[in-house]
């Protein structure tokens, strides 16, 4: 299984921006995905989750309120509507991808079995 994600790019501060992200190589597997994002000198961090179903969402503080994650029920594919963007999103974005219960573990990156090649996410004036 591969994750293909898009929608990258240089933005001004306050823009909107939306990945994409859509599994292939692989029959239909129900999953749970998010993304997680890093910037230059700084950790990995969790951006945001959500179930095989669509539903459940879970955020960053950081992003809550600005950042809206999606997902079809019927397709392993999601997507990341970024509004308010702010120099601090600044960083490479990764696609990820699980199977299995969706509970606290949602928040550790080892619990993700699939990862993106990342897109890049760039918010400057």
């Known amino acids: 299984v591969q994750l293909q994600a898009s929608g990258g790019g240089l933005v001004r501060p306050g823009d909107s921006l939306r990945l994409s992200c859509a599994a292939s190589?692989?029959?239909?597997?129900?999953?749970?995905m998010g993304w997680f994002r890093q910037a230059p000198g700084k950790e990995r961090e969790l951006v945001a989750t959500?179930?095989?179903?669509?539903?459940?969402?879970s955020y960053a503080d950081s992003v809550k309120g600005r950042f809206t994650i999606s997902k079809d029920i019927a397709v392993d594919a999601a997507d990341l509507q970024m509004s308010g963007l702010k120099p601090e999103d600044t960083a490479v974005y990764y696609c990820?991808?699980?199977?299995?219960?969706?509970?606290?573990?949602?928040?550790?990156?080892?619990?993700?079995?699939?990862w993106g090649q990342g897109t890049q996410v760039t918010v400057s004036s």
């Open positions: 990820v991808a699980a199977r299995g219960p969706y509970g606290t573990n949602r928040y550790l990156a080892e619990y993700y079995e699939h």
């Open positions: 190589g692989g029959t239909y597997s129900a999953f749970n």
């Open positions: 959500i179930n095989w179903r669509g539903t459940d969402p």
